[in-house]
């Protein structure tokens, strides 16, 4: 059931949430697509029966498949146009973009290539960039919130804000505690742009409708906080990247029941990595052809 925020945007809440926003000249405008054609036909039949309207065109967030994988399947009926964010368009257009990066740029092994990470590819019309947009006549702010994706942007449209990735609720960090992320230096600033972002309502890219970041905000940090100290306090002597995780899942207390739950896991262990030896707190070596990660002062 799709629900009202201002005079002229909807979101309909779903796994992923989809906003639909009404252009000046009365056609619709999605904010993301949902994982495949079920919420995209829900969509469709909102903007159709609910609206009276067609779809004109789909901005998307970021290229992960849960959020552009219903573009396919509408764009084939609504000739709409897709916008989407720098290099995130990447992940749209060639879809196994996604497990290759996950595999560490490698032919991934089949495990991965699950509809959960590819999803129908999808055609990208125009970039979306940074600052003021006029797409389809309506004006956007896309506001730069990399780190979760590549690129990711987040959209403020009549002061709703359309944040994607940039959090998670607390149902979702209760499940998964370690939730999957690019870069952490980055996603880290994000979630400080996205908190100080003015906005009357937030659409986060999972879960209700809220007033404010604020408290989301602070339970992802929390979160943060606790993968980094159990991390450094894995990290006491030269250790493999494998083992670290081996040991990072053991002392979370995670339950890792499959390939795909890895390979989602491993890369974000590597952002964590990446951002404590930037600070100085970790450093790599070699160490018998090997890179080992070791606490700063051994
Ligand atoms: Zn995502």
């Keep these: 059931m799709a629900k009202n925020l201002t005079e002229r945007v909807y979101v309909m809440p779903g796994g992923t949430n989809i906003g639909v926003v009404i252009a000046d000249d009365g056609r619709a405008v999605l904010i993301d697509s949902g994982l495949n054609d079920t ?11 609910d609206l009276g309207t067609e779809i004109a065109a789909i901005i998307n967030t970021h290229g992960h498949a849960d959020h552009f994988g219903g573009n396919a399947w509408l764009v084939k009926r609504t ?21 290759i990066m996950l595999y560490g740029g490698a032919d991934p092994v089949d495990a991965l290539r699950t509809s959960f990470l590819v999803a129908e590819a999808s055609p990208v019309d125009g970039l979306v960039r940074p600052g003021i947009n006029d797409i389809s006549g309506i004006r956007i702010q896309a506001i730069p919130l990399g780190g ?30 370690i939730p999957y992320l690019h870069g952490l230096t980055e996603h880290l ?5 996205a908190a100080h972002t003015v ?3 937030v659409v986060p890219g999972h879960g209700p409708v809220l007033e404010t970041l604020d408290d989301l905000v602070a339970r992802n940090r929390a979160a943060i906080d ?8 894995v990290v ?7 083992e670290i995780c081996r040991q990072l ?3 979370m207390n995670l339950q890792i029941a499959d390939p795909q739950a890895y390979y989602l896991l491993r890369p974000t262990v590597n952002a964590y990595l990446a951002h404590l030896e930037r600070l100085g707190e970790i450093r790599l070596e070699m160490e018998q052809s090997s890179v080992v990660w070791m606490p700063k002062t051994a």
């Design 79 to 99: 000739n709409s146009r897709v916008y989407a964010p720098d290099l995130d368009e990447m992940t749209m257009r060639h879809p196994l973009m996604q497990p």
């Design 148 to 177: 979760h994706s590549l690129n990711q942007l987040g959209y403020l449209i009549d002061g709703v804000f359309f944040c994607g990735d940039i959090v998670f609720p607390a149902v979702t960090l209760e499940k998964y505690p």
């Design 199 to 201: 906005c009357d309502r």
């Design 236 to 242: 006491n002597r030269p250790l493999l990247g494998d």
């Design 39 to 49: 919420p995209a036909r829900k969509a469709l039949r909102f903007v159709r029966e």
């Design 189 to 193: 600033a994000s979630m400080e742009v």
């Design 226 to 233: 606790t993968v980094i100290a159990t991390l450094l306090s």
């Design 249 to 251: 899942f053991i002392r």
